[in-house]
């Protein structure tokens, strides 16, 4: 079974970065399309970026395009979502998850597995 873990959330003002990555510790992932997705307290959980089995495709939210960028490393089994000129807005627990297919897709319900979340602050 797939088993995903973030790390790289904290605190930081506005119009800092960081960077979080999701790393699969049973090297499981690498012909899996993987998405990020956040969830704010009180919000349902959205979609945030995604990138495809090969990194040949990537896709954003509206609300992060031109500021966040998603990779991964398949030989590492890690996938990292920079995130520059953070906003308050962005405030949220951040999940990577792995997709049923290969594609970068948008939909939670293609996601089978989820890790635990890491904590995004954004301080104005």
């Known amino acids: 079974q797939v088993q995903l873990r973030e790390s790289g959330g904290g605190s930081v003002q506005a119009g800092h970065a960081l960077t979080l990555s999701c790393a699969d510790s049973?090297?499981?992932?690498?012909?899996?399309?993987v998405g990020w997705f956040r969830q704010a307290p009180g919000k349902e959980r959205e979609f945030v970026a995604a990138i495809s089995w090969n990194g040949g495709t990537t896709q954003y939210s509206n609300d992060v395009k031109g500021r966040f960028t998603i990779s991964r490393d398949r030989a590492r089994y890690t996938v990292t979502l920079q995130m520059n000129s953070l906003k308050p807005e962005d405030t949220a627990v951040y999940f990577c998850a792995s997709s049923r297919s290969a594609a970068a897709s948008t939909a939670p319900s293609t996601y089978r597995y989820w890790g635990q979340g890491t904590q995004v602050t954004v301080s104005s």
């Open positions: 049973r090297r499981t992932i690498s012909n899996n399309g």
